[in-house]
């Protein structure tokens, strides 16, 4: 009997957490995706249910302690062990440094690195007794680098870069393959194309980044064997400056 696994995709929207979650349900895993409202993740779960796959979808709110413990608790118990846990909330807003209030910064925070924290603590307490098991967290080019009016979207990024780091150095040696994979360049999404249609035209050039594609890396990394694992990869079109 072929063993139950799950995958975990926090912030599975309609790019590229819904085509991280459809890659691995191709492999047989089972898809548990989140967003603030479960509603919106009907689409993605009869996707890849119509594409033979299966999937559950959650509201969950990544911020929120009691539901990262809950969350983790009912997907081990109830549906498979997860054997894959993806973190890609964006929370990417631009405001000039002194537009930039205090609230805005912490719920920047919050929700790009703070319930990264939450997520990577809850999946590596289930995954070490296990001794194996991928944890992956989305960075994006203010993981590296700080850019005007992105003083609150760089330094959230910049924590969970350091986040991701921490937990490779303490988890590699037990099994958990921890990785941090840098998006850089725009991705095919409605928002590209709605506010970016100049950027977006370069799609027929494979000038912007496909989420397919994006999906096709994380799988890569979740298959590599354990003496050659990355931690940091950075993907990007190829007309892309840098």
Same mark, same amino acid.
């Given at each position: 009997m072929t063993e139950k696994k799950a995958i975990l995709v926090i912030g599975a929207g309609d790019a590229t957490g819904g085509a991280i979650a459809r890659r691995f349900a191709r *492999?047989?895993?089972?898809?548990?995706?989140?967003?603030?409202?479960? *509603?919106? !993740?009907?689409? !993605?779960?009869?996707?890849?249910?119509? *594409?033979?796959?299966?999937?559950?979808g959650f509201g969950s709110d990544a911020r929120k302690e009691e539901e990262m413990i809950a969350l983790v608790e009912r997907i081990e118990r109830d549906i498979a062990p997860i054997e894959v846990a993806v973190f890609n909330i964006?929370?990417?807003?631009?405001?000039?440094?002194?537009?930039t209030t205090a609230r805005v910064y912490q719920k920047v925070w919050e929700m790009a690195c703070f319930g990264g924290f939450l997520m990577g603590r809850e999946t590596a307490k289930a995954m070490l007794p296990r001794g194996r098991g991928t944890i992956i967290f989305t960075g994006a080019t203010a993981s590296l680098r700080g850019r005007e009016g992105f003083a609150a979207f760089a330094g959230a990024k910049h924590a969970l870069r350091a986040l991701a780091q921490s937990m490779a150095r303490e988890l590699w040696s037990k099994g958990i393959h921890v990785a941090h994979p840098v998006i850089d360049g725009a991705i095919d999404t409605e928002f590209i194309r709605s506010n970016f249609p100049e950027r977006y035209a370069m799609k027929d050039q494979q000038g912007i980044l496909s989420p397919d594609s994006i999906a096709e890396a994380y799988w890569q990394i979740h298959q590599q064997p354990r003496d050659a694992w990355t931690h940091e990869t950075e993907l990007r079109p190829w007309m892309e400056s840098w």
């Open positions: *492999e047989g895993y089972i898809a548990c995706v989140t967003r603030r409202t479960a *509603e919106k !993740l009907e689409p !993605l779960v009869q996707q890849i249910t119509a *594409e033979g796959g299966q999937a559950h964006g929370a990417n807003v631009r405001f000039g440094i002194t537009e």
